[in-house]
Structures are given as structure tokens and as C-alpha cells.
């Protein structure tokens, strides 16, 4: 009972978020679960709650695709996609991701995560100035107001930073001239103001 009262206080949250045809949509589900719930049917009420949530999840993760920037020139780039991940990736979470390419081959890899454990760690992880000493795990550079990890390898490159404690943002660089730089770039260009509408 417990159970299906969180993915009832959930899924309004979300609902919330919603456009109107959506919210209709999963209005019906959520309705639908109230009333197994009303007749005591608790299992099959958890089903259509948790299944609503999931697509309301989806349709999240799909928005999360407006922050990637456009190619810059000389790039193309494949059509974001979103995720509603399980716990089998990034121990769970909302995520989107852009892949970039060039003309000599080089690819740059944007994601964006959210709502996900792994999130702690890496806050951890830029908190603490031991775990950068000798430079090994990259160094502290500023992103957008925001702290970031920068690992350069030449022509490879990663690039991690932490949006308000709670959102992810990796960029990954490979056979790219100048990689650390070129991530630094296209993570210059992300639309933090609308990440932030998204995920607040």
C-alpha cells in the first residue's frame, strides 16, 4: 500500500510537469490505478501507476535532448536520444545523449544524467582535493559557473560536471586534435538555463 501511495505523490509531481495532451493520456492510467487501488486490487494498481510513470519518465528524458548544442562547423551530429534507464545503468536515472562527428573521424560524445546514485559519487569525487592529487583523474577546470573534471590524453579527452548536486554532464572526445579544449567547447555551448527548467 505504501508503495503504490509514493507512485501515486510521484506520478502527480510529474504529471504537473506535463502538456495537456500528455497529462490526459496518463490521467487515464493514473484513474485506472485508482481504481484498483479503491477496490483493493493493489498489484494490478502499482502496474498502471508505475507504467504511467515510466512513460512520464521517457517523455522527460526525451526533453533533456533541447540542451545539446548544434553541430558547430566543420561537426554533424545524430539525433539526441533519451533514456529512462533501470538499475542496471547508471544505477538508474533519467539520461540523454548526442553523438558528434567530424570530417577526419573524431567524435564527441555528450550525456546528461539525472535522478541517478551515481550522481553522489561524483559529487564526492570533486569535493575532495585528495582524490586529484598528482593529477591522474584530471583536473579542476570552471564550466559555466559550475566545477568540472577535465582528463586530457592528446587526442582523447573526458570531461565531467555536476549541475546544482543533482544533474550529470559528460563529454567524451576521441581522435579529436586538441581533445581537452574541443570538450570544453561544446560543453561551453550547452543550454544550462534550460537544463535547469527541466530538472528542478
Same mark, same amino acid.
Given at each position: 500500500?505504501?508503495?503504490?501511495?509514493?507512485?501515486?505523490?510521484?506520478?502527480?509531481?510529474?504529471?504537473?510537469?506535463?502538456?495537456?495532451?500528455?497529462?490526459? !493520456?496518463?490521467?487515464?492510467?493514473?484513474? &485506472?490505478? %485508482?481504481?484498483? +487501488?479503491?477496490?483493493?486490487?493493489?498489484?494490478?494498481?502499482?502496474?498502471?501507476?508505475?507504467?504511467?510513470?515510466?512513460?512520464?519518465? /521517457?517523455?522527460?528524458? *526525451?526533453?533533456?535532448?533541447?540542451?545539446?548544442? !548544434?553541430?558547430?562547423?566543420?561537426?554533424?551530429?545524430?539525433?539526441?536520444?533519451?533514456?529512462?534507464?533501470?538499475?542496471?545503468?547508471?544505477?538508474?536515472?533519467?539520461?540523454?545523449?548526442?553523438? +558528434?562527428?567530424?570530417?577526419?573521424?573524431?567524435?564527441? #560524445?555528450?550525456?546528461?544524467?539525472?535522478?541517478?546514485?551515481?550522481?553522489?559519487?561524483?559529487? %564526492?569525487?570533486?569535493?575532495?582535493? %585528495?582524490?586529484?592529487?598528482?593529477?591522474?583523474?584530471? #583536473?579542476?577546470?570552471?564550466?559555466?559557473?559550475?566545477?568540472?573534471?577535465?582528463?586530457?590524453?592528446?587526442?582523447?579527452? *573526458?570531461? &565531467?560536471?555536476?549541475?546544482?548536486?543533482?544533474?550529470?554532464? /559528460?563529454?567524451?572526445?576521441?581522435?579529436? /586534435?586538441?581533445?581537452?579544449?574541443?570538450v570544453q567547447d561544446f560543453a561551453g555551448k550547452l543550454?544550462?538555463?534550460?537544463? #535547469? *527548467?527541466?530538472?528542478?
Open positions: 500500500m505504501k508503495r503504490a501511495i509514493t507512485c501515486i505523490s510521484c506520478l502527480l509531481l510529474l504529471l504537473s510537469l506535463a502538456g495537456p495532451a500528455l497529462a490526459d !493520456e496518463i490521467s487515464d492510467q493514473l484513474n &485506472q490505478g %485508482m481504481k484498483f +487501488y479503491k477496490d483493493g486490487k493493489i498489484s494490478q494498481a502499482i502496474g498502471e501507476i508505475e507504467f504511467a510513470l515510466a512513460q512520464l519518465k /521517457q517523455k522527460k528524458a *526525451e526533453a533533456l535532448g533541447q540542451i545539446f548544442p !548544434e553541430p558547430p562547423s566543420g561537426w554533424t551530429a545524430e539525433k539526441a536520444e533519451g533514456q529512462a534507464a533501470g538499475g542496471a545503468m547508471f544505477g538508474g536515472g533519467i539520461s540523454a545523449s548526442r553523438n +558528434y562527428k567530424n570530417s577526419s573521424r573524431g567524435q564527441v #560524445k555528450i550525456q546528461v544524467i539525472s535522478d541517478s546514485p551515481l550522481i553522489q559519487s561524483v559529487a %564526492m569525487m570533486l569535493s575532495n582535493p %585528495m582524490f586529484l592529487q598528482g593529477g591522474k583523474q584530471g #583536473k579542476l577546470v570552471r564550466f559555466q559557473g559550475h566545477k568540472a573534471l577535465l582528463k586530457d590524453q592528446g587526442d582523447r579527452a *573526458e570531461f &565531467q560536471a555536476l549541475i546544482d548536486n543533482k544533474v550529470l554532464v /559528460q563529454l567524451n572526445a576521441r581522435g579529436v /586534435q586538441n581533445a581537452a579544449q574541443v543550454d544550462l538555463a534550460k537544463l #535547469k *527548467e527541466l530538472t528542478q
